[in-house]
């Protein structure tokens, strides 16, 4: 199946779609924190590198399975994020921020100095394991079960912890654990799309993971519309597509890019699906067909 | 008669202000219970303490016989304690229907695999949540409403929206927070009368506090009177409006 796409399709786009497709499930689980719960996560890109190095290390060095190094990942980076959760999770907006900025520098500066991990120089020599429908078959999965979250109880839940977290405790919704739940689900799907990195690209050093990681990945939910999962969506492919497009400008490119969302947030501050619901979708679809009905 | 709810001494300090002093009262099971008492009283710190935001500095809190200090909101919400708020919490972008669905969230666990399989039991709590919804939302006369955002209601019917979702809980005890606050006086009639049916119809005993004295006077059995902390008062509203202290510290105020 992916001869039959490296065949058909250029190698760069190709590759751009893989990226985009990576993105997504990293923006999905930020989503669910910042955009559906409301917890102001800047620190998404240290759950990535977890599961980044966990699965190129049981890959590289333990002879594990690609699926198996992937899961384990993802696993992992969850366990973290539950750990990190239960403690921060108690704090609110900018608190919450720096101290989440503060966890992944940590976990930055930890895989700097990280024997197994190749220090600075990080690691290299990772199979390619990563393949396009590989990709598209997760972001499908996860996308969907996002779907059946947020309209679920459940995903009703987050959303009225972000509008009123004292009122969702009055109506019985045990907030703190839901907090927590979903900042694990977060960093397992940012643990998934970084095993997923690491053997895509080859080779994984701890700057990749930076802070600017972070905030990009942040910029993907924000643009898209916080909250909103075709919003996350376009805004991951966005997001993934400008830097490409922007190479023609070369130096100018963070100046571009800067601008681009300082004028899309001008547009649309509430991001690009932020405020759009299927309902209102439906109702003026609908209000459209009366309206052909009568004229005709 | 059966006590529902009885508060024991109940203190509550915030730094050196003592915003509660002492505070005793027993509500019984089937009775409107008005707490009324000038700004700055102690009387939504009762409402917060009641429903777990906050502890008490000093003091037992009784439910149903069960002591219930030091138990988070979201327990408390779930033995069937509901409230509305004085300042209005809703869930603003979210809509009206959603909102009072929430509401019934205390009533079954939620369950994160149940959700994201779509297993049966969270499909009938589903169901169970949309039933709620629908009979409260027209009991509350917002039924037409249920597809707007929250936020976009007006301010009477955001506080009626708050009622309808505190009901959804099913509760034994509401908690009224200035019900009445920002109605005009024909709102405030039919508030009058909803308040007067969830006790009648749905058994719901309701504790309440208001400023409107007409309103107080009118539907509560019982009353108690908050004075910079301490309970000054309690009694019938025949006693209160009569009683020197009370009309000394607050009802003179007012011009009663
Ligand atoms: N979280 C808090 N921290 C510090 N002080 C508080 C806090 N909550 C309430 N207070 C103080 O406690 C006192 C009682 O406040 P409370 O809100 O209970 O009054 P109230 O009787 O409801 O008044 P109103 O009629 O204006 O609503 C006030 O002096 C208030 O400033
Ligand atoms: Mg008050």
Same mark, same amino acid.
């Given at each position: 199946?992916?001869?039959?796409?490296?065949?058909?399709?250029?190698? %760069?786009?190709?590759?751009i779609?893989?990226?985009?497709g990576?993105?997504i499930?990293?923006?999905?689980?930020?989503?669910?924190?910042?955009g559906?719960?409301?917890?102001?996560s800047?620190?998404?890109?240290?759950f990535?590198? !977890?599961?980044?190095?966990?699965?190129?290390?049981?890959?590289?060095?333990?002879?594990?399975?690609?699926?198996?190094?992937?899961?384990?990942g993802?696993?992992?980076?969850?366990?973290?994020?539950?750990?990190?959760?239960?403690?921060?999770l108690r704090?609110?907006?900018? %608190?919450?921020?720096i101290?989440?900025?503060?966890?992944?520098?940590?976990? $930055?500066?930890?895989?700097?100095?990280f024997?197994?991990? /190749?220090?600075?120089?990080?690691? %290299?020599?990772?199979?390619?394991?990563?393949?396009?429908?590989?990709v598209?078959? !997760?972001v !499908?999965?996860?996308?969907?079960l996002?779907?059946?979250?947020?309209?679920s109880?459940?995903?009703?839940?987050?959303y009225?912890i972000?509008?009123n977290?004292?009122?969702?405790?009055?109506? /019985?919704?045990?907030?703190?654990?839901?907090?927590?739940a979903?900042?694990?689900?977060?960093?397992?799907?940012?643990?998934?799309?970084?095993?997923?990195?690491?053997?895509y690209?080859?080779?994984?050093?701890?700057?990749?993971?930076?802070?600017?990681?972070?905030?990009?990945?942040?910029?993907?939910?924000?643009?898209?519309?916080?909250?909103?999962?075709?919003?996350? !969506?376009? /805004?991951?492919?966005?997001?993934?597509?400008?830097?490409?497009?922007?190479?023609i400008?070369?130096?100018y490119?963070?100046?571009?890019?800067?601008?681009?969302?300082v004028?899309?947030?001008?547009?649309?501050?509430n991001?690009?699906?932020?405020?759009i619901?299927?309902?209102?979708? $439906?109702?003026?679809?609908?209000?459209?067909?009366?309206?052909?009905?009568?004229?005709? | 008669?059966?006590?529902?709810m009885?508060?024991e001494?109940?203190?509550?300090?915030?730094?050196?202000?003592?915003?509660?002093?002492?505070?005793?009262?027993?509500?019984?099971?089937?009775?409107i219970?008005?707490v009324?008492?000038?700004?700055?009283?102690?009387?939504?710190?009762?409402? @917060?303490?009641?429903?777990?935001?906050?502890?008490?500095?000093?003091?037992?809190?009784?439910? @149903?016989?069960?002591?219930?200090?030091?138990?988070? &909101?979201?327990?408390?919400?779930?033995?069937?304690?509901?409230r509305?708020?004085q300042?209005i919490?809703?869930?603003? +972008?979210?809509?009206?229907?959603? @909102?009072?669905?929430?509401?019934?969230?205390?009533?079954?666990?939620?369950s994160?695999?149940?959700?994201?399989?779509?297993? &049966?039991?969270?499909?009938?709590?589903?169901?169970?949540?949309?039933?709620?919804?629908?009979?409260?939302?027209?009991?509350?006369?917002?039924?037409?409403?249920?597809?707007?955002?929250?936020?976009?209601?007006?301010?009477?019917?955001?506080?009626?929206?708050?009622?309808?979702?505190?009901?959804?809980?099913d509760?034994?005890?509401?908690?009224?927070d200035? &019900?009445a606050?920002?109605?005009n006086?024909?709102?405030?009639?039919?508030?009058?009368?909803?308040? +007067?049916k969830? +006790?009648d119809?749905?058994?719901?005993?309701?504790?309440l506090?208001?400023?409107?004295?007409?309103?107080?006077?009118n539907?509560?059995?019982?009353?108690a009177?908050?004075?910079?902390?301490?309970?000054?008062?309690?009694g019938? &509203?025949?006693?209160?409006?009569?009683?020197? +202290?009370?009309?000394?510290?607050?009802?003179?105020?007012?011009?009663?």
């Amino acid at each position: 199946m992916d001869a039959w796409f490296m065949q058909h399709i250029d190698a %760069y786009y190709l590759r751009i779609m893989v990226l985009i497709g990576i993105n997504i499930i990293l923006a999905l689980g930020l989503n669910l924190v910042t955009g559906v719960t409301g917890q102001l996560s800047m620190g998404h890109a240290g759950f990535m590198s !977890i599961g980044a190095y966990t699965a190129a290390i049981l890959t590289l060095h333990y002879g594990v399975s690609f699926i198996g190094a992937l899961i384990a990942g993802a696993l992992m980076a969850a366990f973290f994020g539950f750990l990190i959760g239960i403690p921060t999770l108690r704090l609110e907006g900018d %608190y919450l921020a720096i101290v989440t900025i503060g966890f992944a520098e940590i976990i $930055r500066v930890f895989f700097l100095n990280f024997e197994p991990g /190749g220090k600075a120089v990080g690691l %290299y020599g990772m199979q390619q394991f990563t393949t396009f429908s590989l990709v598209m078959v !997760i972001v !499908i999965v996860v996308t969907l079960l996002n779907v059946k979250l947020l309209n679920s109880r459940y995903g009703r839940a987050l959303y009225a912890i972000r509008e009123n977290e004292i009122a969702a405790e009055a109506c /019985g919704i045990n907030t703190t654990r839901m907090k927590v739940a979903a900042f694990t689900v977060g960093a397992f799907l940012a643990g998934l799309s970084g095993g997923l990195y690491s053997h895509y690209m080859g080779y994984i050093a701890p700057q990749d993971f930076g802070f600017m990681r972070s905030i990009e990945i942040l910029n993907m939910v924000v643009l898209g519309g916080m909250g909103s999962i075709p919003g996350t !969506i376009i /805004g991951a492919a966005i997001l993934t597509v400008l830097p490409e497009m922007l190479r023609i400008v070369a130096d100018y490119r963070l100046l571009f890019y800067g601008a681009l969302l300082v004028i899309l947030m001008i547009f649309r501050p509430n991001g690009i699906m932020g405020d759009i619901r299927v309902y209102d979708l $439906r109702k003026r679809w609908q209000t459209k067909e009366v309206e052909t009905c009568s004229k005709s | 008669m059966q006590q529902i709810m009885k508060l024991e001494g109940i203190t509550q300090e915030f730094g050196g202000l003592r915003a509660l002093d002492g505070v005793d009262l027993e509500i019984t099971r089937g009775e409107i219970f008005g707490v009324i008492g000038p700004n700055g009283a102690g009387k939504t710190t009762l409402f @917060n303490i009641i429903t777990g935001i906050y502890v008490p500095t000093a003091g037992n809190l009784i439910f @149903n016989g069960q002591k219930i200090n030091g138990f988070p &909101p979201y327990k408390i919400a779930s033995l069937g304690i509901a409230r509305t708020f004085q300042n209005i919490r809703l869930f603003n +972008r979210l809509s009206v229907e959603d @909102n009072v669905k929430i509401g019934t969230f205390g009533l079954e666990k939620i369950s994160f695999w149940g959700s994201l399989l779509g297993l &049966p039991v969270e499909k009938k709590a589903e169901r169970e949540a949309k039933e709620k919804s629908d009979r409260f939302l027209q009991m509350l006369g917002l039924y037409e409403k249920r597809h707007e955002y929250a936020a976009s209601l007006s301010y009477g019917e955001q506080r009626r929206l708050e009622i309808a979702r505190a009901l959804a809980l099913d509760p034994v005890l509401l908690l009224l927070d200035e &019900p009445a606050a920002g109605m005009n006086p024909a709102e405030k009639e039919e508030l009058m009368d909803l308040i +007067r049916k969830i +006790r009648d119809e749905l058994k719901i005993t309701v504790l309440l506090v208001e400023h409107d004295m007409n309103l107080v006077m009118n539907i509560c059995e019982r009353i108690a009177v908050l004075d910079y902390g301490r309970k000054i008062a309690e009694g019938m &509203p025949e006693e209160i409006k009569n009683d020197e +202290r009370v009309i000394m510290s607050y009802l003179g105020d007012l011009g009663e």
